[in-house]
């Protein structure tokens, strides 16, 4: 198999936290992988004015910037999705987005692999 690698974009708060969390001395010992697994961290904040202004822009909201800002009703990391081309490797040629509150109960091995049937049948696409 192939190896794994979670990408997480976070704002500076979520950032901190989750360095904190994931890059900790953490071993696992009562699960076996068929893969090894990396996890990256982005601190996002940085991008999120240029972020808010595209959205704005191309939605019509005539809104300021501010601190948790919710543009219909979601926040700025609801959005993140739409701008992980801005922040992710160029090496990462498929995706499968995961909101933070989703639970895992099986193997997502079909989902990755009907992703790439897509691709190679219409190229790169957006779905979740």
Do not use: C
Not at 8 to 35: C, H, S, W
Not at 51 to 59: A, G, L, V
Not at 78 to 85: D, H, I, V
Not at 104 to 118: G, K, P, R
């Amino acid at each position: 198999k192939n190896p794994l690698t979670i990408h997480i974009m976070a704002d500076r708060m979520a950032y901190k936290g989750l360095q904190e969390i994931v890059f900790a001395n953490l071993t696992i010992t009562d699960i076996r992988l068929p893969t090894s697994i990396a996890i990256r961290l982005y601190n996002v904040q940085g991008f999120e004015q240029k972020w808010d202004s595209t959205i704005r822009k191309r939605t019509a909201v005539a809104t300021t910037m501010v601190k948790r800002l919710r543009l219909y009703g979601h926040t700025m990391g609801t959005w993140y999705r739409l701008f992980a081309a801005d922040v992710l490797p160029p090496t990462v040629e498929t995706v499968v987005y995961l909101d933070s509150d989703v639970v895992i109960m099986a193997n997502l091995e079909n989902v990755w692999t009907q992703q790439q049937e897509i691709e190679r049948e219409r190229g790169p696409v957006l779905f979740y």
